[in-house]
Structure formats: structure tokens, C-alpha cells
């Protein structure tokens, strides 16, 4: 089984071809890197770029992977959570083609796509496992039993890790995106004494809160004038913050779950301070980590491929049905 994967749930295009015996066949990615000019993603352009991109980015993959249309099996497209106009570029080229091709459609959960990325490699997970899903707009700690199996265990009451970094990036004048700006400066800082707290830590519990260090920070930013030598030491105070919150919240939770295998998901997940230091903590607790390439932390159509594969060749059938879902709880989800 040929399938085509299309993510838009934000800024990215991002198209793959996966197959249930060959494996990835070929994955490509247009990034919107002129969201950077206004700070953030800006809805409506992202939608036009979508719009834009979408079919001449599926024809480049095809044409290098050798793949005809008729070649494909089913097309998996993310139908949320996400910005609805995106999402909507996304779900209405994947219908309008796979009717046009007979094939069937499948609305793929975007969260679901990260949870399911590291199988993509070749040292891939079994079930069940531990997972950090930590990205722009979402933190929580999940434990997955298989495919749709997904129990949350905790997530942020407010601001999502990625957050975090954007909007303290910003604050510090560092551009966008927000976690390989911090990241940048942080290497050039050291720890000189400016403690920033670590939320939630103090308390039994999985949730995460960054709100609240964001705020730290700005108040740390403007207590003195701001040189390059100050903006990095607070990069690096805020980055070490934001890992230890992360390392703090997943020893509970292996220890709680008793899992020996914990995946790390999400944009933020290609931060290499915080794979250190998940690294230095599960061979203290002999558990093994995993993660996907730092091209699948970001958003991709190859996470969104594999995850329609397995849950077409498990046996969910399509419907038929139009729709996307920008708010869609991870825990509605079901096996196929």
C-alpha cells in the first residue's frame, strides 16, 4: 500500500510517500520562512502560501520518486488540530484527488503524526511507550499503549515549552523562530547566576506551565540595559529552565508508568540540550530513549503518511466525510 501524505496544519507544506513494505519512499518540505519578518505565523499567509505551494511541491515529490498517480493507494492528510484555513487547503486537495483517483481519504490526527514519527526510523519503538510531545503549540506527556491508544497523562495549562522560546526570543530581540534563535545564543552564555524557576516542579503532578517563565523573563530582561553577553546568559537561563521542567516532568512520569522506552516528539524535541540531558537521565533509569530525525520533529508529511498507513492497513475505511477538526482532543482518538 502506496500512500501520499499532506501536513498543513500551520506554515509548513510538507508531502511523503510511505509504504507499507518498502517503507519511506520520499518526503519533501516548503517552509514559510517569511513568517519570520512578522514574529510568528501569520494565519492568512500561510493559508495562500498552502494554496500556492501544495500542488507543485507533490509534483517535484512524485516526479523524484519515480511515482505516478496511479501509483498511490490512499492519501492521509492532517485534518487537525491546526489553523482551520491551512487545514482546509490540505483536506481539500487530498479529497478532491482521491476522488478523482478512487482511492480512499483519511483525516489523520496531527499529534497522533508526532506520536508516531520516531517509528519512522530504523531503531523504531515497540508499544507501548512513554512519550514528551513538546512543539510550539502543544506540551503533554502521553502514554501509548498503540496505535490510537493514547492516555494523556499531563500537558501545559497555558503556554505550550515552544511558546516559551518564541515569545522570550522575542523579548530578547533574538527573530523567529524562537527555539533555534534561544538555542543559538544560549551556547554563547553560561550559567551566571540568573536562576529562572522551573513551574510546577515543586508539586506532585504532570502538568506544565511555562506562562509564568515567560514572564520571569521579560522581568529579568529588563532589569539592566541588554548587551549580546546579557541576552545570552538569559538564552541559556531560559533553555535550562525549560529542559530541566521537561526532565523533571518525565522521570515522574517513567517512574509512575513503569515504561521502559520514551519517545521524545515535536519540534522541540531537536533541541540537543535537552536530548543530552534526556539521554544523561534514562541510562541513570535504564530506559531507552528514542526519537525521530530533526527533520521529522517539525511538522512533515512522512509522519502524516505513516500514521494513515498503519491505520489503513489495520482496517479503517473512509467514509467519504469532509472535515477538519482545529481543536481536536488527542484523547478522542480511537483504534482503527
Same mark, same amino acid.
Given at each position: 500500500?502506496?500512500?501520499?501524505?499532506?501536513?498543513?496544519?500551520?506554515?509548513?507544506?510538507?508531502?511523503?510517500?510511505?509504504?507499507?513494505?518498502?517503507?519511506?519512499?520520499?518526503?519533501?518540505?516548503?517552509?514559510?520562512?517569511?513568517?519570520?519578518?512578522?514574529?510568528?505565523?501569520?494565519?492568512?499567509?500561510?493559508?495562500?502560501?498552502?494554496?500556492?505551494?501544495?500542488?507543485?511541491?507533490?509534483?517535484?515529490?512524485?516526479?523524484?520518486?519515480?511515482?505516478?498517480?496511479?501509483?498511490?493507494?490512499?492519501?492521509?492528510?492532517?485534518?487537525?488540530?491546526?489553523?482551520?484555513?491551512?487545514?482546509?487547503?490540505?483536506?481539500?486537495?487530498?479529497?478532491?484527488?482521491?476522488?478523482?483517483?478512487?482511492?480512499?481519504?483519511?483525516?489523520?490526527?496531527?499529534?497522533?503524526?508526532?506520536?508516531?514519527?520516531?517509528?519512522?526510523?530504523?531503531?523504531?519503538?515497540?508499544?507501548?511507550?512513554?512519550?514528551?510531545?513538546?512543539?510550539?503549540?502543544?506540551?503533554?506527556?502521553?502514554?501509548?499503549?498503540?496505535?490510537? !491508544?493514547?492516555?494523556?497523562?499531563?500537558?501545559?495549562?497555558?503556554?505550550?515549552?515552544?511558546?516559551?522560546?518564541?515569545?522570550?526570543?522575542?523579548?530578547?530581540?533574538?527573530?523567529?523562530?524562537?527555539?533555534?534563535?534561544?538555542?543559538?545564543?544560549?551556547?554563547?552564555?553560561?550559567?551566571?547566576?540568573?536562576?529562572?524557576?522551573?513551574?510546577?516542579?515543586?508539586?506532585?503532578?504532570?502538568?506544565?506551565?511555562?506562562?509564568?517563565?515567560?514572564?520571569?523573563?521579560?522581568?529579568?530582561?529588563?532589569?539592566?540595559?541588554?548587551?549580546?553577553?546579557?541576552?545570552?546568559?538569559?538564552?541559556? %537561563?531560559?533553555?535550562?529552565?525549560?529542559?530541566?521542567?521537561?526532565?523533571?516532568?518525565? !522521570?515522574?512520569?517513567?517512574?509512575?508508568?513503569?515504561?521502559?522506552?520514551?519517545?521524545?516528539?515535536?519540534?522541540?524535541?531537536?533541541?540537543?540540550?535537552?536530548?543530552? !540531558?534526556?539521554?544523561?537521565?534514562?541510562?541513570?533509569?535504564?530506559?531507552?530513549?528514542?526519537?525521530?530525525?530533526?527533520?521529522?520533529?517539525?511538522?512533515?508529511?512522512?509522519?502524516?503518511?505513516?500514521?494513515?498507513?498503519?491505520?489503513?492497513? %489495520?482496517?479503517?475505511?473512509?467514509?467519504?466525510?469532509?472535515?477538519? !477538526?482545529?481543536?481536536?482532543?488527542?484523547?478522542?482518538?480511537?483504534?482503527?
Amino acid at each position: 500500500m502506496l500512500v501520499l501524505g499532506i501536513e498543513t496544519s500551520c506554515d509548513d507544506t510538507g508531502v511523503a510517500l510511505y509504504d507499507d513494505k518498502e517503507g519511506l519512499k520520499a518526503h519533501a518540505l516548503f517552509s514559510q520562512v517569511r513568517h519570520a519578518a512578522y514574529g510568528g505565523v501569520v494565519p492568512e499567509l500561510a493559508s495562500r502560501d498552502h494554496i500556492q505551494k501544495l500542488l507543485p511541491v507533490i509534483d517535484a515529490l512524485l516526479q523524484e520518486s519515480k511515482t505516478e498517480l496511479s501509483d498511490l493507494s490512499a492519501i492521509a492528510y492532517t485534518a487537525g488540530p491546526g489553523l482551520a484555513g491551512a487545514l482546509l487547503v490540505g483536506a481539500a486537495l487530498a479529497r478532491a484527488l482521491a476522488f478523482a483517483l478512487a482511492i480512499p481519504a483519511l483525516g489523520i490526527h496531527h499529534l497522533e503524526g508526532h506520536l508516531l514519527a520516531p517509528k519512522l526510523e530504523a531503531d523504531a519503538p515497540d508499544f507501548p511507550f512513554l512519550a514528551l510531545l513538546v512543539s510550539g503549540g502543544h506540551t503533554l506527556l502521553a502514554d501509548v499503549q498503540g496505535l490510537g !491508544r493514547y492516555t494523556i497523562l499531563g500537558e501545559s495549562r497555558d503556554d505550550a515549552a515552544g511558546e516559551a522560546f518564541d515569545k522570550s526570543a522575542k523579548a530578547l530581540g533574538l527573530g523567529y523562530p524562537g527555539g533555534p534563535a534561544i538555542s543559538a545564543a544560549a551556547a554563547q552564555g553560561h550559567d551566571a547566576g540568573l536562576r529562572l524557576p522551573r513551574p510546577l516542579t515543586d508539586r506532585p503532578g504532570l502538568d506544565f506551565s511555562f506562562s509564568g517563565l515567560k514572564t520571569a523573563l521579560l522581568q529579568a530582561a529588563r532589569a539592566q540595559p541588554l548587551d549580546d553577553i546579557r541576552r545570552a546568559h538569559l538564552a541559556y %537561563a531560559l533553555q535550562d529552565a525549560i529542559v530541566d521542567t521537561l526532565v523533571i516532568k518525565c !522521570r515522574r512520569a517513567l517512574l509512575a508508568t513503569g515504561h521502559t522506552r520514551l519517545v521524545i516528539a515535536g519540534g522541540v524535541g531537536a533541541n540537543q540540550t535537552l536530548r543530552d !540531558r534526556l539521554t544523561e537521565e534514562t541510562q541513570n533509569l535504564k530506559v531507552a530513549l528514542y526519537y525521530p530525525r530533526p527533520a521529522f520533529c517539525t511538522d512533515n508529511g512522512a509522519m502524516i503518511a505513516y500514521a494513515g498507513c498503519q491505520r489503513l492497513v %489495520a482496517g479503517q475505511t473512509d467514509r467519504g466525510e469532509f472535515g477538519i !477538526r482545529p481543536r481536536w482532543p488527542l484523547n478522542e482518538l480511537t483504534p482503527p
